[in-house]
């Protein structure tokens, strides 16, 4: 996201398997710091359908807010997709 929030592209960051992914700052943040982002809007879908976040999805937000913080690019929201039922929930707003 540049300065108003506008976002400068959409990037695929990491695939996981059916029920787990890796997910390391490094990857998150590099397209964000080439493209000069003051901002990032995180999201990624759970497969059961369920967008309930896991004890892992809510972990891996920390860590991803706390290295924005040393880096200089806020971490605006994690949203978590499921299913068209399920919807989507909000890290940043409470799950």
Known sequence: MDTKHRPLSIE??????????????????????VAGATAVLL??????????????DKAVTDRLE??????????????VVGDDEGGSVSLREGA
């Open 12 to 33: 695929v960051c990491t695939v996981g398997t059916l029920d787990a992914s890796l997910v390391h700052p490094r990857e998150v943040f590099k397209a964000a710091i």
């Open 66 to 79: 706390e290295v924005g913080k040393l880096i200089g690019i806020t971490v605006l929201d994690h949203i």
């Open 43 to 56: 999201m990624h879908n759970h497969p059961s359908g369920d967008p309930t976040p896991s004890r892992e």
